[in-house]
């Protein structure tokens, strides 16, 4: 690893898992962590426990907010273990200098999307640092979630399972690229960020036999797919034409020469279903408003063990790897 | 009439005309009455080829042999010391082009750079550095340039909004190279190149015509192609059939966008700011006479390497003794032939050229095939 901390190495891919073995799960190793969920399933077995923290410049983009995006990702980590989310802590920094109102505005999202979970927040912690010591406001959430289904993980799937995502991916990605200084660029885009706790409720209360599911946050859903594969020791065998692309996410990626794939997503997530119910639960998504898209993509097969591939409709085939270094648009 | 992106692009990723164009290249090739391996100069139709996984599609007897067309792969590390050096600067915000910030110098990468305090920024066009200028007028803007013929005229568009609009806080490292004086490099040095698929975008900006000396001359058949995978297939289609009608000509696959003389304004414009440089060092391939471009004396003043020439150093550096990225930009050898491919050198810890850019050849296979055979 090299000496100094590279961007890339927070890119939810290579560079980021790198350090998260190398530095943090080397100093804190237990059995727990080495589980490498979403959430850490504690207490046996009865609460998952999970915390994040949120940067995004600009901190209100088409479709949602940071404070929106603060509850969703802890929230959201919680129900992809099969938990209703409970209780959270709230942390902010905040620089010197920082609008009221702005702030006012964070969190009054982070209150909508709190009871759209039925989660309540009963700590927390305020910072105010020197201008210049942060950009504007972190924020990290931590979250606790009473387990109301057990079992779920992403280290059982098998051939048994077809592999499924909620919505078209990208979004998320797209939208906060665009909205860059850097790039002149307009578009209709809309961040997917939502909370799928309701979604995941609805599975459940089907009884759809759930064997993993995962958020597709940074390192979109190619970042999942490999955890996968490698967790599971499977081979993961997408049909490129069913990855559901929305046209924006799409013209976006071929000008600036990106995956929508690879795309950061914060309300898309996958879903590894029992075979014989994944239509079943198809069907049980398409019911939410943001998940008219849900569709399969993938089987589980052992061609290429711990890889991801992806077929085209000619008959070639070629890895879909786990997403590393910046995003950075191509040359011309 | 509204047309919708994808209407430019679905027929050119038809799944039935694919199929239809390996059928033909198939049934010609056995007509073949030897081998072909067909170069694509630029690293976008090496992109291509890997993703799309073409070479699954084509006959035994037909294979590509992956060239040195990739704009951020060929920047020797002397080079990328000196924008190193420059963004380290206190006043100096350096600005350059997508994955041109990961490719590693003798000193470390401009990412390393960023990560040590420099301002390292990336932009799409070289016209938002004039965005970066006036928001931070007591900056120097250095814009450290990079690309062939497609993107030396953006540069030569930044540069005429300064010196028109009398901007003094903007200045320019060129390291624009050319097309055609490395393929002639290559053709001299009798490497293994039967055919030639030129990359359109480079011919949309200076005509198809920079490659008539290759058919005539070298006797290498060129077909300029575009980027899309059926693009590409129909490209090969037309090598192929010269070869079996005894044809060796210059053919132009992209007829919707390039034609034999090209962008004559764009050219113009890049005549009016840039004369040839005498040597441009191609990390890999070494010295190419007349490859590179530079700013006319006239424009000095704006010349980074000019203002800054007391920091910049001359010396030059060695490639890694165990890299043959110069074998494989020369058609000699396949990255798979290469002892630390994939393992001392992959995209996230590069040493050689070929490894440093998605549009490199190590890169395309390492990312989309390292496995699969």
């Known amino acids: ?332 | 009439m509204e047309i919708e992106l994808h209407n430019l692009y679905d027929d050119f990723r038809d799944s039935d005309t694919m199929k239809a164009f390996a059928k033909l290249i198939s049934e010609d090739a056995k007509k073949l009455t030897s081998p072909i391996n067909i170069m694509e100069v630029c690293g976008g139709h090496t992109h291509t080829i890997m993703k799309y996984g073409i070479p699954q599609l084509l006959p035994e007897n037909i294979k590509f042999v992956h060239g040195p067309g990739c704009p951020v792969c060929i920047i020797p590390k002397e080079r990328i010391d000196h924008a190193y050096i420059l963004s380290m600067q206190k006043d100096v915000i350096l600005v350059t082009l997508g994955d041109m910030i990961k490719v590693p110098g003798s000193k470390g990468s401009l990412q390393d750079a960023r990560a040590k305090g420099a301002d390292v920024r990336f932009v799409y066009s070289p016209l938002d550095c004039l965005k970066i200028a006036s928001n931070n007028p007591e900056k120097k803007i250095i814009f450290f340039a990079i690309g062939f013929e497609t993107t030396t005229p953006m540069t030569a568009s930044l540069l005429k909004t300064v010196v028109n609009n009398n901007i003094t806080n903007i200045f320019f490292h060129i390291n624009h190279v050319t097309v055609p004086e490395v393929m002639k490099e290559l053709v001299d040095n009798d490497n293994k190149v039967d055919a030639f698929l030129g990359p359109s975008h480079v011919s949309v900006i200076s005509g198809s015509k920079i490659y008539e000396e290759f058919p005539r001359k070298h006797k290498r058949p060129v077909v300029v192609a575009g980027f899309e995978p059926v693009d590409v297939m129909q490209g090969i289609s037309m090598i192929v059939k010269q070869f079996i009608e005894g044809r060796c000509e210059l053919e132009v696959e992209y007829k919707r966008l390039v034609t034999y003389k090209g962008n004559i304004k764009a050219q113009k414009l890049v005549e009016s700011y840039f004369n040839k440089a005498d040597l441009f060092k191609w990390r890999g391939l070494g010295n190419i006479p007349k490859s590179g471009l530079k700013l006319k004396l006239e424009f000095s003043r704006y010349d980074a390497e000019v203002i800054y020439k007391d920091i910049l150093p001359l010396e030059e550096i060695r490639d890694h003794k165990l890299c043959i990225c110069g074998d494989i930009l020369r058609g000699m050898a396949s990255p798979r032939e290469c002892t630390i491919f994939g393992k001392a050198c992959k995209p996230t810890s590069p040493i050689g050229s070929c490894m440093v850019s998605s549009e490199g050849a190590c890169s395309a296979y390492y990312k989309y095939a390292n496995t699969i055979q």
């Open chain 1, 1 to 332: 690893m090299n000496k100094y901390i590279r961007l890339a190495q927070g890119n939810g891919g290579q560079e980021n898992n790198e350090l998260i073995q190398k530095v943090f799960y080397k100093a804190f190793k237990n059995e727990i962590l080495e589980k490498n969920e979403d959430a850490a399933i504690i207490h046996d077995g009865e609460l998952a426990f999970s915390t994040d923290s949120f940067t995004v410049s600009p901190l209100f983009f088409a479709g949602a907010d940071i404070g929106k995006l603060a509850v969703c990702g802890t929230c959201n980590d919680l129900a992809m273990m099969g938990a209703k989310p409970k209780y959270l802590t709230c942390s902010v920094v905040i620089e010197e200098g920082f609008a009221v109102s702005d702030l006012k505005s964070i969190v009054r999202s982070m209150k909508e999307e709190l009871e759209i979970n039925g989660a309540i927040v009963v700590g927390g912690d305020t910072k105010v640092v020197p201008k210049g010591s942060v950009d504007k406001i972190f924020i990290n959430t931590t979250g606790i979630g009473e387990i109301i289904k057990k079992g779920i993980s992403s280290n059982n799937i098998t051939t048994e399972d077809l592999i499924l995502v909620n919505r078209d991916i990208g979004c998320h990605g797209a939208t906060i690229f665009v909205a860059r200084e850097e790039i002149e660029m307009s578009s209709s885009l809309k961040s997917d960020c939502a909370s799928l706790y309701p979604q995941v409720k609805a599975l459940i209360d089907a009884d759809i036999k759930i064997t993993a599911l995962r958020d597709a946050t940074r390192g979109g859903v190619s970042a999942v797919l490999n955890e996968w594969a490698k967790q599971s020791d499977i081979c993961i065998e997408v049909q490129e034409l069913k990855l559901p692309i929305s046209d924006e996410v799409r013209g976006i990626c071929e000008i600036l020469g990106f995956e929508p794939s690879e795309l950061a997503n914060e309300g898309t997530f996958v879903l590894a279903i029992k075979k014989e119910d994944a239509t079943r639960a198809v069907e049980i998504l398409k019911r939410f408003e943001n998940s008219s898209k849900a569709c399969i993509i993938a089987k589980v097969t052992h061609k290429n063990k711990q890889r991801v591939i992806l077929n085209s409709l000619w008959g070639t085939s070629r890895f879909l790897d786990t997403p590393s270094g910046e995003l950075l648009p191509r040359i011309c």
